[in-house]
């Protein structure tokens, strides 16, 4: 994802401009992009293997198992002993892009093969610290028989990292595909591309290119188009909210540009057309490099642009440090906006005269002109200079979890939340956790890289640190204990009345933490160690001495009772396992349109967080 | 004729001794003046050599009783570093992943830290030479602001802990806020957690400082902070900056004074521009203004500086003081010396009380630092240890972090030692006998005074400056103390000793560090000198009526043709005395970045010798995005001298 400025600035003294021009991933959510799931017709003559579902569960215990519920919905793949085959969409594909959800049973296996050849590995891999291009999200291998045993395969394209989730639990995937190229007689000019793979929140793929088709391709050539298939054969595995779009409608492109750059940038209405340019002349590119003056400057540059179907095309401008419009045949797309704008305009096939004007005035930022175009079966691209960029790179600063364990920054959750005590535990089984050390509570798990300390190492820095893998936020930061009059008493916000203290933590022999506290006058200690293989955090809270009345938070969101004490939270995005309570029953409860899932605790609650 | 050959060569020998006693005389006065030593004649500054890649953005100091040095990072790294004198120290890390450790202090086997949400106490319980226990002493509230920094903690007589929290910085950075409670606050934290609010007024107390068992702090220039200084911390005390006020209504507040009472007398200076937004406000030359110690007036709890730090001179960051214990730089035992982040530097300062409150005296005291210096300690050898960064802001030692030692090599400088108020002036005290001649010459000594203004605008330009005449100088005895009678002292102004002539006898050098900055708070009573006691040799009067006897007059030298004076570019040996003059080389060099950018690269950016003087008096800190810290406006700089500075400064474009 091309993010111009992906480390804001914030320095109190400057503002800063986060133009975050994101190119790609730019989501046309329509209707008519998603795959509805009431049937099978959208696929090509379905194996039995092949079913619809409205609900359906994995077993974090046993391989293989994916239990389902009547209903529809979701498309649910039950291999059994044999016959089992791929799907097949009807439809084929050349430059799209996908966006789905899946669910694996444990130990399962399957894949998505863009226009059925180039297979994109599903796997569960759950625990796995190096993952190969095997593993969950990796570009699977080639495959050349005539090579000796062992070195058959190549080619194959390992994950970033192993975002992974855990069994039964949702996983999201977006991946961008750009077909092979061919000229007039057929000839291979290009090789297909993965523009980019994101995974549970995670780029794990960026622009890979694929030689060829991946091994079990569905037949032996590459072609412009080619049906998007679905792994059946190797194991249980469950799909909803497939949406593909479609690319197949040549790129709108700019010609006869031409620029003039008037000095002085704050400019109303055509007042420049009064003035000498400071500079003017014909550009190959659309660009703000033309302009010799850093600020202060109002370029404006016209031209033609190309559209070879007819149909709604949508502009983003991007114009830093200052105000902006565009306009195509007279016509106002993109309307005086400061910063950044958009705008859509219907038009015809054709040549169409286009004016940009961009006036700078704040000195701060850089001048930075971008322009991208998004149409019917044309996927988001840049019409303006790609090496114009309002931020100077900066190298990442980043925190591996085998030197430093702990790492107390400020941490972000959406919401605009900003916990500002407390403590990032990170581990090289790949398991990290944020702690916040104001309520007692676990508000970010995540699996992959430990932290990307750039936002508060940089410069000044803002003091925060952004976890470097896949996270899951647990809900907004609430104490984890209160005294509840009766078992549906409102779980209070802030630890005011309570007499909450924070302790701080002691390591034990392997830098691992324990966090201690004071409720109601009772210290409270609370550790947390990593299940095997990364696999959860299993949590002891154990409480100095017994109070009546306490009851400890686990979850908010939604709740589903899975039995065994096991409880699926927000939709299946992560487990809550109560482990031993001392006897006591977890409560499901309604709480202001969610569900809080709590429990009396006494002296003593294990409980662990899979994800 | 033998008598006469005789009489003649008498006459010639004694003729030729004559000549060459001058000549002599003349060789030596200038040998002496290019030889005169410097800071590093005495003073070194060494490395404290550390594991490659180890990343040292000093944030703490603190030695321990056994000599090692706790090294605390903005990195939230502590070491603790062995024998951090010798040549291989060896570092070991106690702790790490705290939040920007800005302090620490050793008690009892302890360590306790200032993070920026709370003050914690480190315990290695298993002694395998790493910290176990990690224990929240006291957690105070966080707005999330980048800049509510926390410093500290310094440990009181009876074993309580003090720190001091900077306000947080708004989009309208030049007027900082106080977001959450105790922000802008010094705390008095006990063992058990028990938070006593002891101050409010702060701005950045990086400087935070416990010296002899009270506390002591400085403040860096921002709106209501003309410059730097140092001010002892009293509970209840108002340190000047209103933002920390809204609080005062919070229940154990020692200080009853609200943000209403103080803006009904002091105008905020809350300014927009015709968008509607907010724009910083800038000084206004030629205004009625009110200085701090007219607004002590109506705020008796105010507390005005001890010692004044002049802006640009003596740094712009200040922040940790230490005492020099006795045995460590000779002479200076037992005074202050004060690190600065922004200019690299250390400055000495001489503390005395006069009618029960603190003043003094401040020099610069040594250069060359390689980044901005933030923490001081003294080891066991009598060595300096400096705790070093600039991430985020700059500094005149261009690297960004480090962790050196200043060591003294047993030389003692020829510097003023003291200097110390008197009823009818000061009292100049030396390190070495001085030339007499010359130290009774009133010639030798130049004194004038200014203050700040106090108001709601970044940082102040020197105001209401005044000469201070001379009147009569008395050298003691053994030519170690200087007596002068000034007139036009002013209470609370800052007094600027210049002794450029001044020599010492054994060697006929110039001091290392002819300038002083004395704070007047107090004159104090006693017995005034008498004329019959004081010489009132004036060599400048008496080269200058000489001129007038001889009837050379006071003629100025002829004037050239107006336009080539005018706009005669001046050479860099003209322009250095202003730029010096000026506090330019603080933040500028001619050709190096600095904490502001080089001349040759402002030539760069052809502005005209009119723009250049405008910028001078009224910069625009926006035209360099890159340079963390804005240049104040300098409307002090007399015209001619900008322009001259101008001049040159275009002349550096190629």
């Known amino acids: 994802m091309d993010c111009f400025n992906q480390f804001p600035k914030l320095s109190g003294r400057k503002k800063f401009w986060i133009v975050c021009f994101c190119l790609l991933g730019y989501q046309q959510v329509r209707a008519q992009n998603a795959v509805s799931f009431h049937d099978l017709s959208f696929f090509d003559n379905p194996s039995s293997n092949w079913k619809i579902a409205g609900g359906v569960q994995a077993d974090i215990a046993q391989d293989e198992v994916l239990t389902l519920k009547e209903g529809t919905g979701i498309l649910v793949n039950l291999p059994g002993k044999k016959g089992a085959k791929d799907l097949f969409t009807k439809t084929v594909y050349g430059d799209a892009d996908l966006e789905l959800d899946y669910m694996m049973a444990r130990g399962s296996n399957s894949g998505i093969y863009l226009q059925g050849r180039y297979e994109i590995q599903l796997l569960d891999s759950w625990g796995t610290v190096n993952p190969k291009s095997g593993d969950n999200g990796g570009i699977y291998e080639r495959w050349d028989d005539s090579k000796p045993d062992g070195q058959q395969g190549y080619d194959g394209h390992a994950p970033r990292q192993n975002a992974s989730r855990a069994p039964g639990l949702w996983q999201h995937i977006k991946i961008s595909f750009q077909a092979p190229r061919f000229d007039g007689k057929g000839q291979k000019i290009a090789n297909a591309k993965v523009l980019y793979i994101w995974l549970n929140g995670v780029l794990i793929q960026d622009n890979v290119e694929l030689s060829g088709p991946t091994r079990g391709a569905f037949d032996k050539v590459e072609t412009a188009t080619g049906p998007l298939r679905l792994q059946g054969d190797h194991g249980a595995v469950a799909f909803r909210n497939i949406r593909i779009i479609s690319y197949d409608k040549p790129q709108p492109t700019l010609s006869n540009l031409k620029y003039r750059v008037y000095k002085g940038g704050d400019m109303a209405g055509d007042a420049y057309n009064k003035l000498k340019p400071e500079s003017e002349g014909a550009s190959p590119v659309l660009s703000s490099n033309q302009s010799k003056l850093n600020n202060d400057f109002l370029m404006r540059y016209t031209g033609n642009i190309q559209v070879k179907e007819t149909g709604e095309y949508a502009f983003k401008l991007s114009v830093p440090g200052g105000k902006g419009k565009f306009r195509i045949n007279g016509t106002d797309v993109v309307t005086l906006t400061e910063n950044a704008g958009q705008g859509k305009i219907q038009l015809p096939a054709g040549d169409h005269p286009f004016e940009l004007f961009y006036s700078k005035t704040i000195d701060w930022a850089k001048p930075a002109l971008g322009l991208t175009v998004a149409g019917p079966g044309v996927r988001e691209h840049l019409l303006s200079d790609a090496n114009v960029s309002n931020n100077d790179p900066v190298d990442p600063i980043l925190i591996n979890a085998a030197s430093s364990p702990i790492v107390r920054s400020f941490s972000d959750l959406p919401g605009g939340i900003r916990v500002t005590h407390s403590v990032n535990v990170g581990s090289t089984a790949l398991l990290n956790y944020t702690y916040d050390l104001d309520k007692g509570m676990i508000v970010a798990i995540w699996r992959g890289g430990f932290l990307d300390a750039t936002p508060m190492w940089h410069d000044r820095g803002d003091g925060s640190s952004r976890p470097a893998g896949s996270v899951q936020y647990l809900g907004k930061p609430v104490p984890a204990i209160e005294k509840l009059h009766d078992a549906n008493a409102a779980w209070v916000l802030d630890t005011a009345g309570t007499g909450y203290k924070p302790k701080g933590y002691v390591l034990n022999a392997d830098d691992v933490p324990a966090f201690k506290y004071l409720i109601y006058g009772v210290p409270v200690n609370d550790a947390s160690t990593l299940m095997d293989k990364g696999q959860g955090i299993h949590r002891e809270i154990t409480l100095a001495n017994a109070v009546d009345g306490l009851f400890y938070h686990l979850a908010t969101g939604n709740v589903e009772t899975l039995g065994n004490g096991l409880y699926a939270i927000d939709d299946k995005s992560y487990y809550i396992r109560i482990d031993d309570a001392g006897g006591a029953k977890a409560l499901v409860r309604d709480a202001d349109g969610k569900q809080e899932l709590i429990i009396p605790i006494q002296k003593k609650l294990t409980y662990s967080i899979i994800f | ?654």
């Open chain 2, 1 to 654: 004729m033998d008598n006469t050959l005789k009489q003649m060569i008498k006459r010639g020998a004694f003729l030729c001794t004559l000549v060459i006693i001058a000549l002599v005389g003349d060789i030596r006065n200038t040998f002496a003046q290019a030889e005169s030593p410097k800071e590093d004649d005495f003073f070194k500054i060494m490395k404290v050599p550390a594991p490659e890649g180890t990343i040292l953005e000093v944030g703490g100091l603190c030695t321990l009783p056994n000599g090692t040095l706790a090294v605390t990072t903005r990195r939230g790294d502590i070491f603790m570093v062995e024998n951090p004198t010798g040549q291989h120290p060896f570092f070991r890390k106690f702790a790490s992943g705290l939040h920007e450790v800005l302090g620490a202090a050793w008690k009892d086997g302890a360590l306790y830290v200032v993070q920026r949400g709370e003050l914690t106490k480190l315990v290695d319980t298993n002694m395998d030479g790493k910290a176990d226990v990690f224990e929240t002493i006291y957690a105070w509230p966080l707005s999330g602001n980048y800049h509510e920094y926390s410093f500290g903690p310094k440990i009181a007589p009876d074993g309580s802990f003090f720190v001091t929290l900077n306000l947080g910085f708004p989009p309208d950075w030049w007027h900082p806020k106080s977001f959450v409670p105790w922000r802008g606050w010094a705390l008095n934290i006990k063992e058990d957690g028990t938070v006593t609010p002891w101050a409010a007024g702060f701005r950045s107390p990086c400087g935070i400082s416990m010296i002899d068992g009270e506390l002591w702090y400085a403040d860096n220039q921002g709106d209501w902070v003309g410059s730097g200084s140092i001010m002892p911390i009293k509970k209840g005390a108002f340190m000047g900056h209103p933002s920390s006020l809204v609080w005062t209504g919070l229940p154990n507040s020692p200080l009853k004074l609200t943000p209403e009472q103080f803006f009904a007398k002091n105008n905020p200076r809350v300014e927009f521009d015709k968008n509607g937004q907010p724009v910083k406000p800038q000084d206004i030359v030629n205004e009625k203004f009110k200085t701090e110690f007219e607004a002590k007036k109506e705020f008796p709890e105010l507390q005005l500086p001890a010692v004044w730090l002049p802006h640009g001179i003596l740094g712009i960051s200040n922040s940790e003081i230490v005492k020099i214990p006795e045995g460590a730089f000779g002479p200076f035992a037992g005074q202050l010396l004060i690190c600065d982040q922004g200019q690299s530097m250390i400055d000495r300062i001489f503390l005395e009380k006069v009618n029960g409150e603190y003043q003094g005296a401040a020099w610069a005291f040594r250069s060359g630092f390689q980044s901005g210096i933030v923490r001081l300690a003294w080891l066991s050898d009598g060595s300096l240890a400096t705790g070093e960064t600039n991430r985020g802001w700059g500094s005149a030692g261009e690297a960004t972090m480090g962790l050196q030692r200043l060591v003294w090599n047993n030389r003692v400088p020829f510097e003023m030692r003291a200097i110390r108020a008197m009823p009818d002036g000061f009292e100049i005290e030396f390190t070495k006998p001085v030339d007499k001649k010359v130290a009774a010459d009133i010639a030798s000594y130049s004194i004038e005074s200014f203050i700040y203004k106090y108001h709601g605008v970044y940082g102040s330009p020197p105001v209401n400056t005044e000469k201070c005449p001379i009147a009569g100088v008395k050298v003691s005895e053994d030519g170690l103390k200087a007596r002068l009678i000034v007139n036009n002292l002013r209470r609370y102004y800052i007094h600027t000793i210049t002794l450029a002539a001044i020599r010492d006898k054994e060697s006929y050098f110039n001091l290392v560090h002819p300038t002083a900055y004395y704070t007047l708070n107090n004159i104090p009573e006693g017995q005034k000198l008498s004329m019959t006691e004081v010489s009132t040799v004036n060599s400048a009067k008496a080269v200058a009526s000489a001129a007038v006897k001889k009837g050379m007059g006071t003629k100025k030298a002829t004037a050239l043709k107006p336009g080539a004076l005018v706009n005669a570019i001046p050479t860099y040996a003209e322009v250095q005395p202003l730029l010096l003059k000026n506090t330019c080389l603080s933040c500028h060099n001619t050709t190096k970045r600095q904490v502001g950018p080089a001349y040759v690269d402002v030539a760069k950016r052809k502005y005209s010798v009119t723009e250049l003087i405008q910028l001078i008096h009224s910069p625009k800190p926006e035209h360099w995005p890159d340079y963390s810290t804005p240049m104040p406006p300098m409307p002090q700089v007399p015209k001619e001298e900008a322009r001259k500075i101008a001049l040159w400064i275009k002349s550096l474009a190629k």
